[in-house]
């Protein structure tokens, strides 16, 4: 029975990637130019046959159906090609990249998740208080935010109130320990801000509902501490839609935080996307979306597999 | 600035790079690449010229011709023969020796059709390259052609051996120049650091130039702010008057090179009529748009910017530049013209571009032109500007040195960049004549000419030549900002602590 | 109707949310009646002024009314969101349900392709299809509708799963009824209170969405005013006049807040199990 969950679940992931690395490589040559023109630019002087050869030599001549199977065969061995512009490794390239964001994921989801749960139990105690609507209100203000404005704006009021301190760009962490976590307070906030307010909202309907049920008022009734049942119980019910929740979250923002890289200068897979985007690089778009999409379903997969075995109903 | 490390050891591990001077650069865009017979793009062209690669020639802060990897030139009577000599003791980042070799290759391989290289056209007329010696190099030329000297700065030149390589150059760049190309982390930076074996003594000052890209401007001036950026060699009017009277900052200036432009297709009515195209001049406002697109940073633009001061002609010497509504009207009843007229125009993804056209479309619509604008992304933008697919456009253009560099490919029937499909036989031959002649003041009397025509005839209105600033820390010593943006004095640019 | 207004009285947030969404929906649509200024018209002279008797907000970089642009970028903003939302709703919703009902290879199939679309990062498929379509509002609607059908599609098949099975549509199958009949007369009413909650949710997600994508310059086109843009615009020169970005920064955060607290309240109020805690 297990084994059979298993297969099939492996047997959808594979199909979603599938599905996604033909949305890809489709889409992005739909885009009006294709890389040759762009590289040529303003170069007006190049005669058709130079494009040709041009077009050739990156492999775009291709029937696009050969252009997909080259591709796809290639990204199966992992092998992703090379990047029309400059020639290096697609892989190297993503992998260079892949850290800022892995750390800015990672960052923001311990921030996020962490400071949900406290936040989260204390809305659902004091639910009805004016303290509860207040920190709700600011919950639903941080999921509401645009997180660029935020960003622009405490880029200025850090920087206007300390002059000296360096909290943009990238520095790896083995290189300068302080200085990576000091460039990393502002985009975190950032970005957890939205994942912290979704995240305590769900944590505090998860509690209000399991406080409703009747094992919660009994273990109550049996003289259980308040602090303790909320905590205990109510906690382990929010479990499965909390991982849930947590799992999406973490997908998307492996998916690149876009607009966040983009306002404090973070070389990750979000701009490295971008730039691609806009160089019709197609193999590094390709790559590069496929390993973002692929992240996102693998985490959901690991989450899947974590809510088969929190609830085994799920297995059927 | 210097870069200190926590960590002790690790302090001791790279050792003198620990209290290297270097200079730190934010520029917006990453380049797409570094090979210098490829990459056109402005911040290619900044981060590789010449910090990394050196041209025959190179272009002063005041726009002249000066020596480069040849210390002197002869050119023969005919103005066919150009003969070059080359510097002796110069080397490559690789450690072999410049030889005229290398020098002929290099001019090849902007010609070889396999390079493609979008270059290729100033030097199109050179028909004969022959390395005679180890030291001298021979250009033959079909037809004279005053501006090749100028030409020639903007060609660099790499070893022989990467003549029909159209890769290897692109991540791994080898030049003459006083800095070798160390590292590049995408989207992050590019790192080069000096290169000891550069043929003068002493040069260059600094241990490494580390260019960082930052895409936002608030970005970038809160990275200088907070000192881990040293320069910011191209910023926009807004954030110099920004930057302005920050402490420990200064804030450079000079007239840009560089302009802004609504370009009109010769081809499709009612723009193929010279009355048409002298109506939408005298619609315009450029002071105007020129508050509002550039902050009030900027004059209005002729055919040639007013940083060649021994060609450009003062923008009061052409009538239409008055803004006059009713004339304009009169004009296009003349013409016959309906109105309203529905114009299409394309627009450069650049804000300062972005708002001219907005200020435009309300200007214009004065006259009775109904502008739709479409902000295109600019992949689409270059491609419909290349077909000709447009009534009118937004863009900018980097500026030439020589008249004859920008006309010549942009109005002469045919051209390459005249996309407008502009085509006037009486132009046609005074471009022709100009580029043959080489005394300058024959020139300039036919580019008077020229100017004169096209300022209110043509298929551009000029619109602005805008300041082009830089901000420096305090601690940076010995730059000066260039008219064609680039960090001219790299090799003795030197930053105190 | 006297329903309605006794759960508004219970619940004050709801009031407050639904004050909050009618009052900024209302002035979107009356604009052009209420006296604003042209949005258009610039006036060079008085550019990047700051909050004045004429100008309430200010003006932008080329002289224009921050207070009407912003009013305008509303109409911009909630027609986008609300087609795209619409149009999610439709097609996802459809999708959904008729998975849950149809089940089998049809559910695995429609389900896996909305799996697929799901996973690609929301603004990025988002560019993507704007880059296909090139940039303007209907691209961005249709960009976000897109990214938002199969969230419907998956929220709206848990739902219709249960009530599929339930009792009483087993019931009416056993007494002959037409699936269309039992799709509509059993399922959907069912659904509302879900579907009420997640489409205000989503709006308030989608102006956000739609605001970024104007952000990076993708969505309505200059000179058409829209929130996002006017906030990229501005951000070039906060520290000169910071009036236009930071109002159309407030009016982003304003108009999300309002639909997500209306949503917000919404589940609070019609989700009978958390009622009952209370």
Redesign the interface.
């Known amino acids: 029975m297990r084994t059979r969950f298993l297969l099939g679940r492996v047997l959808d992931l594979a199909l979603v990637l599938l599905g996604v690395s033909f949305i890809v490589f489709s889409m992005i040559r739909l885009v009006p130019g294709d890389a040759v023109q762009i590289m040529l630019g303003a170069n007006t002087e190049i005669t058709p046959e130079r494009v040709a050869e041009l077009r050739a030599r990156v492999g775009l001549d291709q029937p696009l159906l050969v252009q997909y199977w080259d591709w796809l065969s290639g990204a199966a061995r992992l092998d992703f090609g090379t990047s029309i512009w400059t020639g290096r490794p697609v892989s190297a390239e993503i992998a260079a990249a892949m850290w800022p964001t892995l750390e800015l994921t990672l960052l923001a989801t311990l921030v996020g998740a962490g400071l949900s749960i406290p936040i989260g139990a204390f809305m659902a105690r004091a639910r009805g208080s004016g303290a509860e609507v207040a920190v709700r209100v600011g919950a639903i203000a941080g999921l509401t935010i645009p997180s660029f404005w935020l960003g622009i704006l405490s880029i200025l009021v850090v920087t206007s109130a300390f002059p000296g301190l360096s909290v943009l760009g990238y520095v790896p962490f083995t290189e300068d320990p302080l200085g990576n976590l000091q460039r990393m307070v502002l985009p975190v906030i950032a970005l957890s801000l939205p994942m912290l307010a979704n995240l305590s909202r769900l944590v505090r309907s998860a509690m209000l509902d399991a406080m409703g049920q009747d094992y919660v008022r009994t273990a109550r009734a049996k003289g259980a501490s308040a602090r303790r049942v909320t905590y205990v119980h109510a906690l382990r019910n929010a479990l499965i839609p909390y991982v849930t929740s947590v799992g999406v979250a973490v997908g998307y923002m492996l998916g690149g935080a876009i607009v966040v890289e983009q306002v404090f200068a973070i070389p990750g897979l979000g701009r490295l996307v971008l730039g691609a985007i806009s160089e019709r690089n197609y193999p590094l778009v390709q790559a590069t979306i496929l390993v973002m999409t692929a992240s996102f379903v693998f985490v959901n997969f690991a989450v899947d597999l974590l809510y088969a075995v929190l609830d085994p109903r799920v297995r059927r | 600035m210097i870069r200190t ?2 960590l002790a050891s ?1 302090a001791c591990l790279i050792g003198a790079a620990a209290a290297a001077q270097t200079l730190d650069v934010a520029l917006d865009v ?1 380049p ?2 570094l090979d210098p017979h ?1 990459v ?2 402005f911040n290619s062209v900044l981060i590789a010229s010449p910090a990394i690669y050196e041209g025959l020639t190179s272009i002063d802060n005041d726009l002249n011709v000066q020596p480069g990897l040849a210390t002197d030139w002869t050119i023969s009577e005919d103005g066919l023969t150009y003969t070059f000599t080359i510097v002796e003791g110069a080397t490559f980042h690789d450690g072999s020796a410049l030889t005229a070799e290398d020098v002929a290759a290099s001019l090849r391989r902007v010609q070889s ?2 390079i ?1 290289s ?1 270059l ?2 100033r030097i199109d007329l050179v028909t004969g390259i022959e390395a005679v010696d180890d030291t001298t190099v021979e250009l033959t030329l079909s037809a004279p052609f005053a501006p090749l000297l100028a030409s020639l700065a903007g060609i660099a030149i790499v070893p022989a051996e990467f003549e029909t390589d ?3 150059l ?2 791994t760049p080898v030049g003459t120049g006083p800095f070798r190309f160390e590292e590049w ?4 930076y590019i790192s080069l650091t000096a290169f000891d074996g550069y043929r003068v003594e002493g040069q260059p000052a600094l241990d490494e130039v580390r260019f ?12 200088l ?4 950026y040293d320069l910011l060699p191209t910023i ?1 009017p ?2 110099a ?2 930057l302005e009277g920050q402490p420990d900052l200064n804030i450079q200036t000079t007239r840009d090179l560089a302009y802004t432009l609504i370009g009109m297709n010769a081809s499709v009515p009612p723009f193929d009529q010279p009355e048409v195209r002298r109506a939408v001049n005298l619609l315009l406002n450029r002071q ?1 748009i020129i ?3 550039l ?1 009030g940073a900027g004059v209005p633009a002729g055919p040639l910017s007013p940083a060649l001061t021994s060609w450009a002609l003062d923008v009061s010497e052409f009538d239409c530049y008055t803004t006059d509504v009713d004339a304009a009207t009169a004009l296009l009843e003349e013409a016959g013209v309906e109105t309203p007229v529905q114009v299409r125009m394309i627009v450069l ?1 650049r ?1 300062d571009a ?2 001219i ?3 435009a ?2 200007q214009l619509a004065a006259g009775g032109f109904e502008l739709t ?8 933008f ?2 419909d ?2 077909n000709g697919n447009f009534d009118m456009f937004v863009s900018a253009n980097g500026g030439n040195v020589d008249p004859d560099l920008y006309f010549y490919r942009t109005f002469f029937g045919g051209g ?2 005249n ?1 407008f499909q502009y085509a006037d036989d009486e132009l046609d031959a005074m471009l022709d004549e100009a580029r043959s002649l080489t005394g300058t003041e024959a020139r300039k009397e036919i580019y008077d000419e020229i100017q004169r025509k096209l300022a209110c005839e043509g298929p551009v209105a000029h619109i602005a030549y805008a300041d082009l600033s830089a901000a420096v820390a305090e601690g940076v010593s010995g730059y000066t900002i260039s008219p064609i943006g680039r960090i001219a004095d790299i090799a003795t640019i030197d930053v105190a602590e | 109707m006297s329903a309605a207004v006794a759960t508004l009285r219970r619940s004050p947030l709801l009031a407050v949310a639904c004050g909050i969404v009618v009052f900024q929906v209302a002035v979107a649509l009356l604009a052009p009646w209420l006296g604003f200024q042209d949005p258009f018209a610039q006036v060079v002279a008085n550019r990047l002024k700051g909050p004045n008797a004429t100008n309430l907000l200010g003006t932008d970089q080329l002289g224009r009314d921050v207070l009407a642009r912003i009013v305008w970028g509303y109409r911009t903003s909630l027609f986008t969101c609300t087609i795209s939302v619409g149009i999610a709703l439709v097609i996802g919703g459809t999708i959904g349900i008729l998975s849950a009902y149809l089940g089998g290879w049809w559910d695995r199939i429609t389900m896996r392709l909305m799996d697929v679309v799901f996973a690609f990062p929301i603004l990025l498929l988002a560019i993507g299809v704007i880059a296909v379509l090139g940039p303007n509002a209907w691209s961005a609607a249709i960009a976000i509708a897109v990214v938002y059908t199969p969230i419907f599609a998956r929220l709206l098949r848990g739902p219709a799963l249960v009530i599929c099975e339930s009792e009483y549509v087993a019931g009416a199958r056993a007494v002959g009824a037409g699936g269309a009949r039992i799709v509509l007369s059993h399922i959907l009413p069912n659904l509302v209170s879900i579907v009420l909650v997640q489409t205000s949710l989503l709006l308030s997600a989608a102006i956000l969405v739609e605001a970024s994508l104007s952000f990076l310059g993708l969505g309505a086109q200059p000179p058409t005013p829209s929130l996002g843009l006017m906030l990229s615009e501005g951000r070039n020169f906060l520290r000169l006049a910071p009036w236009p970005g930071i109002f159309a920064g407030l009016a982003i955060l304003f108009l999300s807040f309002g639909f997500n607290l209306l949503g917000d309240a919404l589940r609070d109020t019609l989700d009978p199990r958390l009622r009952a805690a209370s």
């Open positions: 490390t926590l690790t990453p797409a690449g490829l056109t793009a059709e396999d493609a979008p290729a056209s159209p890769e290897a692109q991540q982390q995408p989207n992050g960082h890209f930052v895409p936002e401007s608030a970005t970038a001036q809160a990275g702010l907070s000192g881990d926009d807004a954030t008057l920004m105007e508050d509002a697109a902050f993804p804000q972005r708002d056209a907005q200020v479309q309300q604008l479409e902000n295109q992304e600019i992949g689409t270059v491609q500007w290349r390459s960049t996309v």
